[in-house]
């Protein structure tokens, strides 16, 4: 096995690529239709290019970040920062929580949940950054304890890990009220803990700990339970209600699409019919639009990037590296798994985006640049090489030598 540096995994790439320039069309054929009905509803005086020039603006910083993070910044110095990474993460998520309880306009918030700094023209999501900073801190958490032997000890493992993974989702679920990217945390910390080493008896019993308290915490807040009723009678079959409008609108859309989709700037549910048309349930929209078998390649084009990072995690022979991978793996299937099942009733409605895909900017931009950490990586990992290849083949005639032959006079 050989591990100097080789090309990049080219499906990464261009997956990333290909999803982000898709997200950008199916805005550019929606936006207008959104700030149609948000100026018509609330008043307001959106351009009609106004979530498109947003989303540009979006995708362009996430490239810029996806780039950093594949060429110019070095994995080796984002590990060596994991504990600061992880501090500074929490911080801003403290500081938002107290800027949101003293009422200040720094906090923005919608629907009674504050989870945006307001800088101006910018505004920033500290969750979507807790979760690059957990999996990196993790990443070097898990690597330290395995090294030391104390996989599973409760003093020096499960004690600080259940601290750390504890004030994350306190500060995201209850702070912010934010149960999808609760939901996106959990994944991230269960999946890396998957290839720990852990006993399986102790990951059981945690798994069985983390839904009953997300049962707790689903059947104490009356806007879950809402939830959870629309779904319930949606599955039944029963009467329609406004809590149960969601959802169906979004396998309407999905309905609406058949075979091949209606066609990009035809869809009827992104006129105002479909909440979140443009965040959330932007996978319905596509559904409408592309069809389903637009459907399926998306959903085709999301398994290979998995199965791409998996196949990085593998193959790479740093322990850091591969809890690391396997972290933004669980990151990514979490959001895509859980948005997909939402939009498709099999789970009820969850405020989860579609990655690379969803409007939005700070979502984008985290993960844009995670995924680019794992590229990056994928330039290290272990590969076969054949006892009998030709080395000269590879280093070219430069590298050629002839010891004993002699120059003609």
């Given amino acids: 096995m050989k591990n100097r540096k080789h090309k ?73 920062s994991a504990k600061i990474i992880m501090i500074t993460a929490l911080i801003l998520s403290v500081m938002l929580w107290i800027l949101a309880l003293a009422g200040s306009s720094l906090a923005r918030c919608e629907l009674g949940e504050c989870r945006w700094f307001n800088l101006g023209s910018i ?5 979507e950054f807790l979760k690059l900073a957990l999996v990196v801190y993790l990443a070097d958490f898990l690597t330290r304890k395995k090294a030391e032997g104390n996989i599973g000890k409760w003093k020096e493992f499960w004690f600080p890990l259940l601290i750390i993974c504890g004030v994350s989702l306190f500060l995201v679920v209850i702070a912010q009220g934010d149960l999808g990217t609760g939901v ?38 009356s806007h879950r339970m809402e939830r959870v009723d629309a779904w319930l009678t949606t599955l039944s079959g ?21 075979l091949f989709g209606v066609g990009v700037g035809n869809s009827v549910q992104a006129t105002g019919y479909l909440p979140e048309s443009i965040n959330d349930s932007v996978f319905a929209i596509m559904g409408e639009t592309f069809g389903f078998m637009g459907l399926f390649l998306i959903i085709l084009v999301f398994g290979a990037l998995l199965l791409r990072m ?22 990514t299937l979490a959001q895509v ?37 794992v590229l990056q990586l994928s330039c290290y990992t272990s590969r076969e090489v054949n006892k009998n290849e030709d080395i000269s083949s590879r280093r070219g005639l430069r590298g050629a030598h002839y010891p004993n032959r002699r120059r003609s006079s």
């Fill in 8 to 80: 990049s995994d080219l499906i990464i790439l261009f997956a990333t690529l290909g999803l982000m320039a898709l997200g950008l069309i199916i805005i550019y054929a929606i936006g207008p239709m959104r700030a149609n009905v948000l100026n018509s509803t609330y008043g307001t005086d959106y351009d009609s290019n106004f979530f498109f020039l947003g989303q540009l603006r979006s995708v362009g910083l996430s490239l810029l970040a996806f780039f950093a993070a594949f060429k110019w910044i070095p994995y080796k110095y984002i590990k060596k």
């Fill in 123 to 127: 505004s920033f999501q500290p969750a």
């Fill in 184 to 221: 996106a945390l959990i994944s991230i910390v269960f999946g890396m803990l998957l290839i720990s080493g852990i006993p399986a008896r102790q990951y059981l019993i945690m798994v069985a700990l983390v839904l009953a308290v997300a049962v707790g915490a689903v059947m104490t807040s």
């Fill in 238 to 258: 029963g009467e329609s209600t406004d809590s149960t409008y969601h959802i169906e609108n979004a396998i309407l859309a999905i309905g609406t699409g058949g």
């Fill in 310 to 331: 998996l196949k990085v995690a593998e193959n790479s022979p740093d322990t850091n590296d591969r809890f690391f991978v396997i972290g933004v793996f669980s990151w």
């Fill in 337 to 373: 798994v859980v948005n997909i099942m939402a939009m498709t009733s099999l789970v009820p409605v969850t405020g989860i985006t579609l990655p690379l895909l969803s409007y939005g900017g700070t979502s984008m931009i985290f993960i844009a640049f995670a995924i680019g950490l």
